[in-house]
């Protein structure tokens, strides 16, 4: 069964290279899909033998009188409402910020189905920031490095059951 997979969290944290890395290169066309919104980018994901889609929730970047918070936590909301399951992530060199706290709440009230990603996992330097995210109460982290392609063995261990 094919599911839908939203990934979400604060700016930079590496949301977009994990879509990225998981639709591969069908990236071109799901730019250049019609009816895409700026905001949520929607793609088809491979992980080993599971076929999803896969949502990015792009645009906080871009500047806007609204504030940062509000636009993520709306955007938030819609993609957890489009989604069967949310990938929070974090940026595990930065450790867990009070942002990330505030996703956590909105995601613990939703009571989706929550895989935490503790991403730019690669080296020493993520250690504590992994750590730390067990304390989000939302599981057992996985340890991800999106750019260079570690950690997906473990995604997938956690999706599989969700599928
Ligand atoms: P987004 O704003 O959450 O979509 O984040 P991006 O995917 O645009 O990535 C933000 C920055 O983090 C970029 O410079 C990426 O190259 C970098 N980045 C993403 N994943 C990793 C990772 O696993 N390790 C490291 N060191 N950097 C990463
Ligand atoms: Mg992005």
Known sequence: MSFTLAIVGRPNVGKSTL???LVGKKLALVDDQPGVTRDLREGEARLADLRF?????AGLEDATDDSLQ???RRLTERAVEMADICLFMIDARAGV???DEMFADILRKKSANVVLAANKGEGAAADAGVIEAY???LGEP???SAEHGEGLNDLYTQLMPLA
């Open 19 to 21: 879509f990225n890395r």
């Open 70 to 72: 509000g636009r993520m």
């Open 142 to 144: 996985i340890r991800l």
């Open 53 to 57: 889609t896969v949502i990015d929730t």
């Open 135 to 137: 304390n989000l109460g």
């Open 97 to 99: 910020t009070p942002l």
